[in-house]
């Protein structure tokens, strides 16, 4: 069974800090692709942040380059963004995506809410 659990959200202060995670299991992390991505209410889910399988390369919505970083860890099967300067337009629902060849699954979502 293909899970993605996604844990670490919450409030943060407007240039604070939080560092999601996603736990992945039931398919072949290691050669997914794995991203993030955010849906604001009353907005279109939007691509936050990518990681390939082999190589670590990443990308980044212009939004948020410079602030968050993207890492994953395969003997773990987790991917992690880090996110600095938290900005009240961050706030969001937060999803953790895999995307294989022919499959793609999402998380469940996680709440983050940057406001003072």
């Known amino acids: 069974q293909v899970q993605l659990v996604e844990s670490g959200g919450g409030l943060a202060q407007p240039g604070g800090s939080l560092r999601l995670s996603c736990a992945a299991s039931?398919?072949?992390?290691?050669?997914?692709?794995m991203s993030w991505h955010r849906q604001a209410p009353g907005k279109e889910r939007e691509l936050v942040a990518d990681?390939?399988?082999?190589?670590?390369?990443?990308h980044y919505a212009d939004s948020v380059k410079g602030r968050f970083t993207i890492s994953r860890d395969n003997a773990k099967k987790t991917v992690y963004p880090q996110m600095n300067s938290l900005k009240p337009e961050d706030t969001a629902v937060y999803y953790c995506?895999?995307?294989?060849?022919?499959?793609?699954?999402w998380g469940q979502g996680t709440q983050v809410t940057v406001s003072s």
């Open positions: 039931g398919f072949a992390f290691n050669i997914a692709v």
């Open positions: 995506n895999a995307q294989l060849m022919y499959q793609r699954y």
């Open positions: 990681i390939v399988s082999i190589g670590g390369n990443t």
